[in-house]
């Protein structure tokens, strides 16, 4: 199967059954629901055979493919994964049919089109693929800015309160990141010998002070992307406004490109550079870490408090990401899945919660696991692997970012570990607030507040706290696939790791 296409079929599939979820009658909104639902999960039986196919500990690169496009700028359809790539592939391919699953009813409280809602989440999931497959600079800027428009419309079209607003915001501040990227997009072909392909670029000898200004263009649409302080303010209005599966796919995998473009770009193809601009990027870690986990404490609003905590996780990730040890490395990258099933959980949860409720607001909810006790249960669960709690995997990914940075740089591991305290706070706090405590008599009165899960919301939950609990005691078979390929960035960027004694190897640590 290794010769097998992959990459461009898992990419393709998606978009072909978008189109014929698109076109099915407006009047049989269950049928485009069950397609869109079936086509996702055929994407994920594919994905779990290219899984298998990958061959830990063979070439960096797996499942490359090419095909001309553009001869004459050098532009070609390549596609190629490495550890890294892989497990977000998965990623995908796991949570995009629990999020069609979940968004049963949303477009249907619209009162806006249920194919073209469905539709929209499988082009979603193309263009997320493919930026996560691309191995053409020029092919992945294509899929990094296509990726916005199925986003926008989800949001500005399905959303919630303000929806047009922060449609807009998160449009236009994803937009000016891309335009850096253009940029720097260029001035990398004209000094890279008019070529896109990355293993090409990633052998050309570029001066310092033109790497720094292209490291930059690149640096600053992923720290956009991602979203890292201070270009975080996007976030916490997208995901308020944006269905509940829509946010969970946002926070879950669409920022991850960011985290994503800097491990396969901004460090092999500039790794003086990053190096250079290292210190910044840890400084914007720490304050992401301990500003972003302060603001969830004082939020009122269930989805711009689970957003604010996704900042504060990125925070750790890039920290992770410019500690270049191989420990922190890896730990950023096994932090980037462990993120989005958790928070992928807690989105989906805190969206079955609000649609019962009819409202975002904490001050609305109060004692509800005395009328839903199997979600209060599950939202505490989520809340729980959100704060990294020992036995979840989150617990694994932070320990890993915290130990490998300590080995090199103490400071900013201490202050690092502060936010776990925070994050105690903020969870504890919401889940107190929800679910804990007097009833309020209010929520007696609305019907939604007297069904717990059912079946199809069980089926939701249910595979991601099994991966969740899983991958908190035994991620070796996920950090096998990835060690390889962030060893082999760290190569790129000319950095070794101190001597094991003091952190221990990778293997080590994970166990």
Same mark, same amino acid.
């Given at each position: 199967m290794s010769n097998f296409p992959f990459l461009s079929v898992l990419t393709v599939a998606p978009l072909v059954g978008a189109l014929v979820v698109a076109f099915l009658p407006r009047h049989r909104p269950e049928l485009a629901k069950q397609v869109a639902f079936v086509w996702s999960l055929l994407v994920l039986v594919l994905s779990?055979?290219?899984?298998?196919?990958?061959?830990?500990?063979?070439?960096?690169?797996?499942?490359?493919?090419?095909?001309?496009?553009?001869?004459?700028?050098?532009?070609?359809?390549?596609?190629?994964?490495?550890? $890294?790539?892989?497990?977000?592939?998965?990623?995908?391919?796991?949570?995009? &049919?629990?999020? $069609?699953? #979940?968004?049963?009813?949303?477009?249907?409280?619209?009162?806006?089109?249920?194919?073209?809602?469905?539709?929209?989440?499988?082009?979603?999931?193309?263009?997320?693929?493919?930026?996560?497959? #691309? #191995?053409?600079?020029?092919?992945?800027?294509v899929f990094f800015e296509v990726m916005l428009v199925p986003m926008y419309f989800l949001i500005g079209s399905y959303g919630g309160h303000q929806r047009q607003y922060a449609a807009v915001k998160f449009f236009l501040y994803s937009l000016v990141g891309g335009l850096f990227m253009l940029a720097a997009v260029i001035g990398l072909w004209v000094v890279g010998g008019k070529t896109f392909d990355w293993q090409a670029l990633s052998q050309v000898d570029i001066s310092t002070g033109t790497e720094r200004w292209l490291f930059l263009g690149f640096f600053l649409a992923f720290a956009i992307k991602a979203p890292f302080f201070p270009f975080h303010t996007w976030l916490p209005d997208a995901g308020g406004a944006a269905p509940a599966g829509a946010a969970a796919l946002l926070v879950g995998v669409l920022d991850k490109v960011g985290t994503f473009g800097i491990l396969r770009y901004c460090l092999p193809l500039f790794p003086e550079a990053s190096k250079w601009f290292a210190p910044w990027a840890l400084a914007l870690g720490v304050i992401g870490i301990v500003y972003a986990a302060l603001l969830a404490v004082g939020q009122n609003d269930l989805k711009r408090l689970v957003s604010y905590t996704s900042i504060a996780h990125f925070g750790f990730i890039g920290v992770g990401i410019f500690a270049f040890t191989t420990q922190a490395g890896t730990g950023a990258v096994l932090y980037m899945l462990n993120h989005g099933l958790a928070t992928g959980l807690l989105f989906l949860v805190v969206g079955m919660l609000i649609s019962r409720r009819g409202s975002a607001l904490i001050s609305d909810f109060g004692g509800a696991g005395k009328l839903v006790p199997v979600l209060a249960g599950v939202l505490f669960f989520a809340g729980l692997a959100s704060l990294a709690l020992p036995g979840t995997a989150p617990f694994i990914s932070e320990f890993l970012v915290l130990i490998g940075t300590f080995t090199v740089n103490? &400071?900013?591991?201490?202050?690092?570990?502060?936010?776990? $305290?925070?994050?105690?706070?903020?969870?504890?706090?919401?889940?107190?607030?929800?679910?804990?405590?007097?009833?309020? &008599?209010?929520?007696?009165?609305?019907?939604?507040?007297?069904?717990?899960?059912?079946?199809?919301?069980?089926?939701?939950?249910a595979p991601l706290i099994a991966l969740i609990v899983l991958l908190g005691f035994y991620p070796k078979p996920v950090t096998d696939v990835i060690n390889p390929a962030v060893q082999a960035t760290m190569d790129d960027i000319g950095r070794t790791d101190p001597a094991p004694s003091v952190g221990g190897t990778v293997q080590e640590a994970a166990k």
């Amino acid at each position: 199967m290794s010769n097998f296409p992959f990459l461009s079929v898992l990419t393709v599939a998606p978009l072909v059954g978008a189109l014929v979820v698109a076109f099915l009658p407006r009047h049989r909104p269950e049928l485009a629901k069950q397609v869109a639902f079936v086509w996702s999960l055929l994407v994920l039986v594919l994905s779990v055979v290219m899984w298998v196919s990958f061959k830990v500990g063979g070439d960096r690169f797996q499942f490359r493919e090419s095909y001309s496009w553009i001869p004459n700028w050098g532009v070609s359809f390549t596609f190629a994964a490495d550890g $890294i790539a892989l497990v977000m592939l998965m990623l995908i391919a796991v949570l995009v &049919p629990l999020v $069609i699953l #979940a968004s049963w009813h949303d477009a249907e409280s619209s009162k806006r089109s249920v194919p073209v809602y469905f539709a929209l989440l499988l082009v979603l999931e193309c263009t997320m693929i493919g930026v996560f497959a #691309a #191995a053409d600079v020029f092919l992945f800027y294509v899929f990094f800015e296509v990726m916005l428009v199925p986003m926008y419309f989800l949001i500005g079209s399905y959303g919630g309160h303000q929806r047009q607003y922060a449609a807009v915001k998160f449009f236009l501040y994803s937009l000016v990141g891309g335009l850096f990227m253009l940029a720097a997009v260029i001035g990398l072909w004209v000094v890279g010998g008019k070529t896109f392909d990355w293993q090409a670029l990633s052998q050309v000898d570029i001066s310092t002070g033109t790497e720094r200004w292209l490291f930059l263009g690149f640096f600053l649409a992923f720290a956009i992307k991602a979203p890292f302080f201070p270009f975080h303010t996007w976030l916490p209005d997208a995901g308020g406004a944006a269905p509940a599966g829509a946010a969970a796919l946002l926070v879950g995998v669409l920022d991850k490109v960011g985290t994503f473009g800097i491990l396969r770009y901004c460090l092999p193809l500039f790794p003086e550079a990053s190096k250079w601009f290292a210190p910044w990027a840890l400084a914007l870690g720490v304050i992401g870490i301990v500003y972003a986990a302060l603001l969830a404490v004082g939020q009122n609003d269930l989805k711009r408090l689970v957003s604010y905590t996704s900042i504060a996780h990125f925070g750790f990730i890039g920290v992770g990401i410019f500690a270049f040890t191989t420990q922190a490395g890896t730990g950023a990258v096994l932090y980037m899945l462990n993120h989005g099933l958790a928070t992928g959980l807690l989105f989906l949860v805190v969206g079955m919660l609000i649609s019962r409720r009819g409202s975002a607001l904490i001050s609305d909810f109060g004692g509800a696991g005395k009328l839903v006790p199997v979600l209060a249960g599950v939202l505490f669960f989520a809340g729980l692997a959100s704060l990294a709690l020992p036995g979840t995997a989150p617990f694994i990914s932070e320990f890993l970012v915290l130990i490998g940075t300590f080995t090199v740089n103490k &400071p900013v591991a201490v202050i690092a570990t502060l936010g776990i $305290i925070l994050a105690a706070a903020y969870v504890l706090w919401m889940v107190q607030r929800t679910t804990q405590g007097t009833l309020n &008599p209010a929520l007696t009165e609305v019907d939604g507040m007297r069904r717990d899960l059912n079946l199809r919301e069980k089926v939701v939950v249910a595979p991601l706290i099994a991966l969740i609990v899983l991958l908190g005691f035994y991620p070796k078979p996920v950090t096998d696939v990835i060690n390889p390929a962030v060893q082999a960035t760290m190569d790129d960027i000319g950095r070794t790791d101190p001597a094991p004694s003091v952190g221990g190897t990778v293997q080590e640590a994970a166990k």
